[in-house]
């Protein structure tokens, strides 16, 4: 039941996203097809070849044939691009931005565990007041602006990492290469969601530990280490990961602004030329990919979020 | 209510009041044209590294970057104050209106709330930034749309909180409109919050302006976003062209963050905890020849270090209590009953604590013993109940994982021995279908149930010593019954010595052979639990005796009241601590602090007990 | 109807709540039955003691007749006006004659306010009822529940302990000069000293400004105390109506006598506890059919689950709901 409901509101968000684009889309001056007819052709032709490209008609004709074809599997083909489809364009971008994304929540995550836990252990302590004053610290740098910083420590003055991401190797073919171009733009995305996530686990780990529950488990003997990961932070986890489902959104966007900064080809870069562009189904489906995979991950985190704390369970049933 | 704000709070203002003056009066202040190619003229080398006569250098153009700094200023602090402006008055209007009002409005509401803010909100930026020709306006609108969900959700929240508290429910009796409430009982109070939100929405606003000039669609005119952008094409040679308004923008971010954090702050003051560190002092009391005290407390104090001072909430507790025995430790809330449970387990909330004095229990300081020593004696001969069923099992695990688990740490059980064991107890403790609560959560069960599982823990490894901490306060009277009757049955069954700390006389009376009067942090009466009840000696007894309402007197009786309130435990004052609040006071009891009286059976600290001054001193 | 009906109410009274039914809605669809047709009534100048265990209605019961909760059906007449069909204005001016005390003193107080504010509140709503002085009024208020002294009203909230804020919100509740005090757990939150202090205040401004009062607690001897009448509840279902010490002396249905036997310390005849109550409370989303008690009743017979006993009387102005009375 509640999965159906879910399922309902991903297809709504899909629909309303999708059709407020092609609406922006439809706004922007300049008309693809005349362009893609070039200089010498006639009205009709231009005619003829709008037709061709499925740009014809009122914009919500338009958009239910879209929907249609989208339905048989055909995402539409660029506008830009003579010959190539929309999910060419998309499938050379979507590895990258997903690569960079999944390194920096690694990342985030790797390091966010350990501090938190680290500063709710000894608050006030060396480890606490530095990783505190940190985190504030991150959280008033935007992505631009840190990875700015860390590619001119990282890049210029230390050389350990390439100033710019382009034409990188193939995972498969040099990891060591691969991940090297990618650390800078992940550890730029990663940063910002480091702060987000030690403090959040941080004051829910204090406050756990506060609990009746913990303390009897120290009354029964129990080592610290054991209190710890056992029984103190599962019931504190919650809150950060509501935060990493949350931030997903947010992430999208850091992506696409490191992609420009570090600049490689990742969604980011083919968005935006394809919006200038007019290039519709490209940007259609590329909103689309997004807006699925932006409720597919916060399901996901409702998914986990039910694991991790059985109440949930119950009234989701 | 001042509160200190802290310095950097005053530095984070002292920033922004220098952005805002700067931005405002640049005209007429000696600055350079931002726009004037100085390289030309020579007043300024293209890269030109910042230096006295020109403090930021000058960027590729040869133009002179902190003009272009305080000018890019401008359009940051105009979208921020509109926006914030816009946003931020929707956004509270919205929010307390579905936080208080609630029904359909709010279920609308949170739902558009939740998709927008977890939507990419660049991508619609970047969407509509190329749709419309960028202009203040069309920036001013679309920041403002995706500002409001975030100010709904906070005022949101904090309305939906304050709307359950009582106060509310007192002003809808009193008959007071809904647009009364709004105004005077929940808008006051999430003023704080909204504006503390602000300072970081005002934030976020100029991180949206940089990130969408960073991709090349921002306003015309000179912004921070797209000093940065361009000036990181020389990132390797010319550092500095893109080093600096990037600070520059981050240190405006930084100071708007701290300012609202610091407002932040005054509503829900940063949490105080200190690390958890354990202090002993002094040296252990050595056990008299043939004392075969389960528990053996003399002279225990612990000190709380806390930021408001040192508390004592223990002050040179003595007490015994023989195998099989049940001691109860009676006192008001605040009066430091808990604490000596928690100084025996050495559990604390996070805090700073100091113990002095000797507890044994088995033979085993639970002081000064080795860490493995005492975790062993932990776990193996002392059980502990505590107040609240509802917060004393782990929410997140099975009833069964709790329940093994001190059996597999400390009785070195195998995992299915100890489920056939843990089975056995739950039945021990009076759990009908013990194999179905094995498998279930702890909120599937009912609190006089949870009790009862958390009773079955402490029994785990059979301990020769139950502490438990106000088990049934928190539980319904007829199963206060039931609890109090299974702890009592399992006490004489298993030969168990229990401590059973209450704020309830009449639970005492029922359930211990020997109980101990504490106030202020002091033990001021112990003895046999009858010999107490039929003789009380101290004055507090007495009263708190008399402060009971009685089922067995008629109704209407007045009751005896001692007025005041107990003394803080920061600064305790000398002399008898009861003094302040006594019928029977005289000087003496104010100066000099009251010497234990009465046999070694039944002792009190008081200079007038009741036997040798049976009618009241005045 | 069980635990229900209406022979224990009387002619001359000043409150009377009728087959009062509130039900909320429970997680999936489902029905929490919180209040399943209660009478009560209160004469002026009578204290009514409600008492159970928690779930049994007496809170919502308490709200219920404020309207803070307005009931599913049933009704609620106050001098024989049905706020139960008022609305908006109609319902904010009747209610005044009402107040409401909850548990909670330092959640009833906002935080925000100074409690010269808090005190006058209902004055800047209504007007000042006796056409005095304001000032004069809170003075005298604040006097009377033991706040007086010149700088109590500057101060806010948290500058005052558990004990302190009860006696402001019940200076606030006294302002508006009402008939009926409802109040729900008023010392629970409270120490055992500060309780006594509270409960003799009460009593005190009982007879001061001749006040009705409903007194909901789960303590049975803390009800014993200030009550004139008492009724017992259980599982939204009115169990017990009587006098004070008549129920006490012979409390009559098997769970005022299991609820009377649980109590540590009583000297009551009664047999053990656990002799007189068995098993877990039902869940009010699907109560028990017939007797709502009858689950955990020793005496339960096949009629008890076909057939709701009905309020009857047992002794003069003393009115059980059990089909089986005598045999306890």
């Known amino acids: ?44 032709g231009i005619e003829e070849l709008r037709e061709e490209l499925g740009l014809s008609g009122s914009l919500p004709e338009r958009y239910g044939s879209w929907v249609g074809d989208i339905v048989r599997g055909d995402l539409g083909d660029s506008l830009i691009y003579d010959g190539i489809s929309a999910w060419d364009r998309i499938r050379g971008a979507l590895p990258k931005t997903l690569e960079t994304l999944v390194l920096a929540e690694l990342m985030a995550f790797g390091l966010a565990v350990p501090l938190a836990i680290r500063s709710a252990q000894r608050p006030g302590g060396l480890v606490d007041r530095w990783s505190s004053a940190t985190a504030f610290g991150l959280l008033a740098l935007p992505s631009f602006v840190l990875g700015i910083y860390l590619m001119f420590l990282f890049a210029v003055i230390l050389g350990w990492f390439p100033v710019l991401s382009k034409d990188l190797p193939g995972f498969t073919d040099d990891p060591v290469g691969n991940l090297k171009g990618y650390f800078l733009p992940s550890l730029t995305l990663a940063l910002n969601l480091l702060a987000v996530y030690v403090r959040l686990l941080r004051t829910d780990l204090i406050e756990t530990l506060q609990q009746d529950y913990v303390m009897l488990a120290q009354a029964r003997g129990l080592s610290t280490r054991r209190v ?26 850091g992506a696409f602004i490191v992609e420009v900064l570090f600049a490689y080809q990742g969604m980011g870069r083919v968005f935006i030329e394809s919006i200038i562009g007019k290039d519709y189904f490209v940007v259609a489906s590329m909103v689309t990919i997004i807006a699925v995979g932006y409720v597919m991950i916060n399901f996901l985190v409702d998914i986990l979020y039910s694991v991790l704390d059985p109440r949930i369970r119950r009234l989701s049933a | 209510m001042r509160k200190r704000l802290g310095i950097l709070f005053w530095i984070a203002v002292l920033w922004i009041v220098l952005v805002v003056f700067l931005a405002i009066f640049r005209d007429s202040l000696p600055i350079a044209d931002p726009v004037a190619r100085l390289a030309r003229s020579g007043e300024c080398e293209r890269f030109e590294r910042p230096s006295w006569s020109r403090w930021f250098g000058c960027d590729n153009a040869g133009r002179d970057i902190f003009a272009r700094s305080v000018e890019g200023a401008r359009p940051a602090l105009v979208l921020g104050v509109v926006v914030t402006g816009i946003a931020g008055t929707i956004g509270t209007l919205v929010g307390v209106i579905s936080g208080y009002i609630r029904g359909l409005f709010d279920t609308v509401m949170t739902t558009i709330v939740d998709i ?35 100010y709904a959700r906070i005022v949101r929240g904090a309305t939906f909180a304050l709307a359950e508290r009582e106060f509310v429910d007192a002003s809808e009796s009193m008959g007071a409109t809904r647009a009364r409430i709004v105004r005077r009982e929940l808008l006051p109070n999430v003023a704080l919050p909204v504006l503390s939100f602000a300072f970081i929405g005002f934030a976020l606003v100029i991180i949206a302006e940089g990130g969408l000039a960073f991709l090349n669609l921002s306003l015309d005119g000179i912004t921070w976003g797209k000093e940065i952008s361009e000036g990181r094409h020389f990132i390797v040679d010319h550092p500095h062209v893109s080093l600096i308004p990037s600070t520059v923008m981050f240190l405006t971010i930084l100071a708007f963050n701290l300012v609202g954090d610091g407002l932040r702050s005054l509503v829900a003051p940063r949490e105080v905890a200190t690390a958890r560190r354990l202090h002993i002092e002094g040296t252990p009391e050595p056990r008299s020849e043939g004392d075969d005290a389960v528990l053996r407390i003399v002279d225990l104090s612990t000190k709380l270090h806390t930021p408001g001072g040192l508390v004592e909430p223990v002050d040179q507790v003595s007490l015994s209590l023989a195998p099989g025995e049940a001691l109860g430790i009676v006192g008001e809330s605040g009066s430091g009953k808990t604490m000596i449970l928690r100084s025996i387990v050495g559990a604390f909330p996070l805090a700073d604590v100091t113990r002095a004095g000797t507890v044994e229990v088995d033979g085993v300081d639970m002081l000064r013993s080795a860490d493995t020593v005492s975790r062993r004696t932990l776990g193996t001969n002392i059980g502990m109940v505590s107040q609240n069923p509802l917060t004393a099992l782990n929410p997140v695990r099975r009833v069964g994982d709790q329940v093994i688990e001190p059996m597999i740490v400390h009785g070195d059980l195998s995992r299915a021995d100890a489920r056939e064991r843990a089975l056995e107890l739950l039945q021990q403790v009076g759990i009908p279908a013990a194999e179905r609560c094995l498998r279930e959560y702890p909120h599937q069960l009912s609190g006089g149930m949870r009790q009862r599982v958390t009773i079955a823990i402490a029994l785990a490894n059979e301990p020769k010593l139950l502490l438990a901490d106000e088990p049934t306060s928190a539980l319904d009277v007829t199963v206060q019954d039931q609890i109090l009757r299974l702890l009592d049955g399992l006490r004489r069954e298993r030969g168990m010595g229990m401590v059973l700390v209450t704020h309830d006389l009449a639970v005492v009376k029922g359930f211990t052979d020997n109980v101990a009067i504490v106030y202020a942090g002091q033990v001021v009466e112990y003895g046999p639990t009858a010999e107490i009840f039929a003789n009380p000696q101290h004055r507090y007894t007495v009263a708190l005796m008399n402060s ?34 006594c019928p029977a006071v005289q000087d003496k009891c104010r100066t000099d602090d009251p010497v234990r009286a009465g046999t070694d059976v039944h002792s009190y600290s008081c200079w007038f007990p009741m036997s040798e001054h049976p009618v009241e001193v005045s | 109807m069980a635990g229900t009906g209406d022979a224990h109410l009387r002619e001359d009274a000043h409150l009377v709540a009728r087959d009062l039914v509130v039900e909320f809605s429970g997680p999936n669809k489902t029905v929490v039955h919180a209040v399943s047709g209660v009478s009560f009534d209160l004469i002026a100048g009578e204290t009514l003691g409600v008492v159970g265990e928690s779930g049994c209605g007496k809170t919502t019961s308490g709200r219920a007749v404020m309207q803070l909760e307005r009931p599913t059906s049933g009704e609620v007449t106050l001098r024989g006006q049905r706020l139960t069909d008022l609305q908006g204005t109609d319902l904010r001016r009747a209610r005044r004659a009402m107040q409401m005390i909850f548990q909670d003193p330092i959640s009833s107080l906002n935080p925000s306010r100074r409690v010269k504010d808090i005190v006058r509140e209902g004055i800047e709503i209504w007007g000042d009822p006796d056409g005095a002085s304001t000032s004069d009024r809170i003075d005298e208020i604040m006097e009377a529940v033991g706040l007086g002294g010149d700088d109590v ?21 006294l302002v508006l000069d009402p008939e009926v005090l409802i109040l729900d757990e008023p010392v629970s939150a409270l120490d ?132 089986h009375p005598g045999s306890v």
């Open chain 1, 1 to 44: 039941m509640a999965f159906l409901r879910r399922l309902g509101r991903l297809v709504l968000v899909v629909f309303v996203v999708t059709f407020f684009t092609f609406y922006i889309l439809d706004r922007i001056p300049g008309d693809p097809a005349e362009r893609l007819a070039g200089v010498s052709a006639t009205p009709e």
């Open chain 2, 116 to 150: 927008s803010l977890a939507f990419p909100a660049l991508v619609l930026l970047i969407a509509v930034s190329v749709a419309f020709e960028p202009s203040l306006r069309v920036f001013v609108i679309v920041f403002s749309i995706l500002g409001i969900p975030g």
């Open chain 3, 192 to 323: 055992v000293s500060v309780q006594a202090q509270i409960l003799n205040l009460l009593d005190k401004l009982k007879e001061q400004f001749q006040l009705t009062i409903m007194f909901i607690s789960h303590d049975l001897a803390v009800v014993k105390n200030v009550s004139d009448r008492v009724m017992v509840m259980y599982l939204g279902k009115v169990c017990e109506v009587a006098g004070t010490d008549a129920l006490y002396a012979k409390p009559t249905h098997p769970y005022s006598r299991a609820l009377l036997a649980s109590i540590p310390g009583h000297e009551l005849d009664l047999p053990p506890a656990s002799e007189l109550i068995s098993g877990e409370l039902p869940s009010p989303i699907d109560p028990p059919s017939g007797c709502r008690f009858r689950t955990r009743c020793p005496h339960a017979t096949a009629k008890c689950a076909t057939e709701e006993p009905v309020l009857r009387a047992v002794a003069e102005d003393h009115y059980v709901a059990c089909h």
């Open chain 2, 548 to 581: 009971m309402p009685d089922l067995n007197l008629p109704s209407h009786s007045e009751l005896t009241t001692i007025e005041g309130a107990p003394p803080s435990l920061i600064d305790p004052p000398s002399g008898c601590r009861f003094a302040e609040r």
């Open chain 1, 228 to 253: 710890m990961w056992r029984h103190v932070l599962r019931p504190s986890s919650l809150n950060t990961v509501t935060a990493a489902g949350l931030n997903v959104g947010g992430l999208i966007g």
């Open chain 3, 153 to 173: 009203g500057e101060r806010r909230p948290h500058e005052f302990s558990g004990g302190q804020c009860q006696r402001i919100c019940i200076a606030r509740a």
